[in-house]
């Protein structure tokens, strides 16, 4: 049974859940890439068989369709009985190969509302959901003449991770920011929007196409304005109810049900959930894999289970809800460009009935610039255990007793 997966960069949620979930499935895992040679090195020293590694241009579905069908026919071995992706930049490309093969499949359509933020606005519009200020910005255009709601936020239209996103206050403000990010990003539509204040909250879910489960959520502590840099993430087993219903029924507008989606919304005074952003993939940065020991479950195997064809546990829901474990994620990040002289080697720990664990982001004697983004990861500490007091005090121990250097 082979496994297509589509990747651009290797990540923890790959070698350290996928491949590993892969492999106790019995899957042989073909992996298409347009950045292979840094697979094949990130997969050398695997405890099981490493996966095969082609070039493909991931990003244009007919040559992941072409490539899939040539191996298919070549060899009985190679036909298809899932393709899957965890990357927030594949999944309408994953879907659209999916489907073209028959296999189980998210909508494509969803997929491309959930990528293309301008869109998913104005689909949670047209639906009666929610109504949030917002436009876009082609390449190059100029925003005068907009007339937000000051303070807006710009971001680009299919960004990820932070990454060039920031709140302005007036529109001097937002000229220059749109410029320096045009700058950088040529070619890149930009979305101008409503601000929306309150607390930042995720929802975390997994659907089989039959039913949809609520695995938990995380409450997340932002940097100041004007960044968004995801600091701390703090496990929720269960928001209230009803915000966990206006949730989903912004999802289900907007298509959103099967496999693995992380939604990022904001709780506002007034109870209303307002959707950020729908990531239509499993949560990164090391909360997927403190979310699969929080919750007890075969998580990776769960998800890519659905994608096998294979139904959930109809309790699934229930037992993560029920769970009496309680988890913070933090991450390190870099305050200035420069290279990392000092700092950590990855670590686990099991003391006081909390278990953690610090994987670094960053090698040292690498230098980076200074993005004010999620790219100024230089580590993720997580900690599990049942009682948050110990949990939170065994990450400040472990953030104490270390120490992170950056030389200019």
């Given amino acids: 049974m082979r496994l297509y997966l589509l990747a651009l960069n290797p990540t923890d949620s790959v070698t350290d859940g996928f491949l590993p979930a892969a492999a106790r499935l019995g899957l042989d895992v073909t992996v298409l890439t347009d950045h292979a040679e840094p697979h094949r ?5 695997l405890p099981f068989a490493a996966p095969e590694v082609l070039d493909c241009d991931v990003r244009d579905f007919r040559a992941v369709i072409s490539l899939i069908s040539r191996r298919g026919l070549d060899s009985g071995d190679h036909a298809p009985v899932a393709v899957f992706s965890n990357s927030d930049h594949l999944q309408t490309q994953t879907a659209l190969a999916a489907e073209y093969f028959g296999l189980p499949a998210k909508d494509w359509k969803a997929a491309l509302r959930a990528k293309d933020k301008g869109q998913l606005r104005r689909h949670l519009a047209l639906t009666g959901q929610d109504t949030v200020w917002s436009t876009e910005l082609a390449p190059g255009q100029d925003p005068a003449g907009l007339d937000p709601p000051f303070p807006c936020v710009v971001k680009p239209r299919e960004g990820v991770a932070s990454e ?18 045009q700058h950088r990003r040529a070619g890149a539509t930009l979305v101008v929007e409503e601000f929306l204040d309150g607390q930042l909250c995720t929802l975390e879910t997994i659907g089989d196409g039959r039913r949809r489960h609520v695995l938990g959520g995380f409450r997340t502590r932002l940097s100041p304005p004007p960044d968004f840099i995801e600091e701390v993430l703090t496990f929720v087993p269960a928001h209230p109810q009803p915000v966990v219903d206006q949730v989903l029924a912004q999802l289900d507008a907007l298509g959103v049900g099967f496999g693995a989606c992380h939604t990022e919304f904001v709780l506002q005074p007034d109870g209303r959930a307002r959707i950020i952003e729908v990531n239509y993939r499993a949560i990164g940065d090391q909360c997927d894999l403190m979310l699969a020991e929080i919750l007890d479950i075969p998580l990776f195997e769960l998800i890519l289970g659905v994608h096998l064809g294979r139904e959930l546990p109809a309790d699934l829901a229930e037992r993560c809800a029920a769970t009496p474990r309680r988890a913070r994620n933090e991450a390190v990040c870099a305050d200035r460009a420069g290279v990392l002289t000092a700092a950590p080697g990855p670590y686990d720990e099991e003391r006081d009935g909390v278990r953690l664990a610090y994987r670094p982001l ?28 110990a949990v939170d005090g065994s990450v400040a121990r472990f953030l104490a007793a270390n120490r992170w250097e950056i030389t200019p």
């Avoid at 983004?373 to 997580?382: E, F």
């Fill in 41 to 45: 090195q990130a997969y050398a020293a």
């Fill in 362 to 389: 960053r090698p040292v004697g690498e230098r980076h610039e200074h993005y004010r983004t999620n790219r100024d990861y230089l580590g993720v500490i997580w900690a599990v255990g049942t009682d948050q007091g």
């Fill in 164 to 181: 060039d996103v920031t709140l302005v206050a007036d529109a001097a403000e937002l000229a220059q920011r749109c410029k320096e990010i």
